[in-house]
């Protein structure tokens, strides 16, 4: 572990390590609700947007990387049960029980959204004194914006799509 690493980092570390051990459980949760929800899908434009589910999946655990990694750098022990998991996440697990697409993709929204806050908070927390976690955060947030946009483009095509069918009956 880095001793300079700790040193330099200039905040409560410990503190650092429970919020990052926090986003770690969260991008482990994300990763299945995307990756399960994903294959379960049903409805119109599942071709299109079961891919892209499985890309920010992909994604997800890739955060889960950068957030390990900082963690022991910072001297922490990352989570080492996957039963901690829904102990540390402050963002909702929600299982994709039913599988019709705009169900899974609003799942997916508030997952979303939550990831924003959490990443948000940590850029926050480590501004100006944990210049490497603050960097982390802030590539990890564009990552979660661009997924949240992806997602609300999608929910409004199928709304658009199911306002054409309306208009088509009349
Ligand atoms: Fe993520
Ligand atoms: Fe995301
Ligand atoms: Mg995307």
């Known amino acids: 572990m880095g001793k300079k690493a700790v040193e330099i980092s200039n ?31 049903e409805g119109p434009m599942r071709s299109e947007i079961e891919p892209e589910l499985l890309l920010h999946a992909t994604q997800e655990l890739g ?31 929600e299982e994709p029980n039913d599988p019709y697409v705009e169900v899974i993709l609003q799942q997916n929204l508030n997952g979303e959204r939550c990831a924003i ?32 946009h992806d997602i609300e483009d999608w929910i409004t095509d199928l709304e658009r799509m199911k306002d054409d069918m309306r208009k088509m009956r009349l």
């Open 11 to 41: 905040l409560d570390v410990s503190l650092m390590i429970q919020y990052l051990n926090e986003a770690l459980a969260e991008e482990w949760l994300a990763y299945y609700q995307y990756w399960v929800g994903a294959r379960l899908m």
């Open 63 to 93: 955060h889960a990387e950068l957030v390990v990694n900082r963690i022991i750098q910072l001297g922490g022990t990352p989570l080492l049960n996957p039963e901690q998991w829904k102990l540390f996440a402050k963002c909702d697990y």
């Open 117 to 148: 806050q959490r990443y948000q908070g940590l850029a926050a927390l480590a501004e100006s004194k944990d210049y490497a976690t603050h960097q982390m955060a802030i590539t990890i947030l564009n990552d979660e914006l661009e997924h949240e």
